[in-house]
T-cell receptor, first 106, second 117 residues
């Protein structure tokens, strides 16, 4: 099955900084989604982005399907952005990476 | 309902007990997925339903794990003779579309945290 690699595994920022999270895939990209796992464990949808670029407030995402990667941009980070970010991709089932643990300090 | 609902949110079981975890997907969603998430890991696929048909159960770790969705809506994940290694968060997700290769956007519930003593 598809392999999903996320980087960096951990990221510590000061409030207001920008960051880029990356997902690399071993096979064709389908069903590409980015999630933020909140402190209670729920996966909150950020983007459904099989290709192209989308923006939602301070967050944006870009997927380059032909090169098998996706990027999540967080601008002007806030402490509430802290948590684990997951990407997932595949066909009939989503395969997840190991996540990026983001900590935003005040 | 408005979102995917899972119950119970927390379950403590003694080793050897059977447990049943319930998932109520978003109304009208065709696809339903179960995932297992161990501490510090990403979610791992368990099984997939399209309506009432279980089309993929390749991720179920042993024959102690069983899932059903008899009427194509609510689903139950059952774990028999629980072991300590079954301790994890069990996540349910649903999507509007059915069928590989692209079932569309997945929406997750809050999960059921199982602790086996």
């Amino acid at each position: 099955g598809i392999q999903v690699e996320q980087s960096p595994p951990d990221l510590i920022l000061q409030e207001g900084a920008n960051s880029t999270l990356r997902c690399n895939f071993s096979d064709s990209v389908n069903n590409l989604q980015w999630f933020h796992q909140n402190p209670w464990g729920q996966l909150i949808n950020l983007f459904y982005i099989p290709s192209g670029t989308k923006q939602n407030g301070r967050l944006s995402a870009t997927t380059v399907a032909t090169e098998r990667y996706s990027l999540l941009y967080i601008s002007s980070s806030q402490t509430t952005d802290s948590g684990v970010y997951f990407c997932g991709s595949s066909g009939s089932r989503l395969t997840f990476g190991e996540g990026t643990q983001l900590t935003v300090n005040p | 309902g408005a979102g995917v609902s899972q119950s119970p949110r927390y379950k403590v079981a003694k080793r050897g007990q059977d447990v049943a975890l319930r998932c109520d997907p978003i109304s009208g969603h065709v696809s339903l997925f179960w995932y297992q998430q161990a501490l510090g890991q990403g979610p791992e696929f368990l099984t997939y339903f399209q309506n009432e048909a279980q089309l993929d159960k390749s991720g179920l770790p042993s024959d102690r794990f069983f899932a059903e969705r008899p009427e194509g809506s609510v689903s139950t994940l059952k774990i028999q003779r629980t072991q300590q290694e079954d301790s994890a968060v069990y996540l349910c997700a649903s999507s509007l579309r059915g069928g590989a290769p692209n079932t569309g956007e997945l929406f997750f519930g809050e999960g059921s945290r199982l602790t086996v003593l």
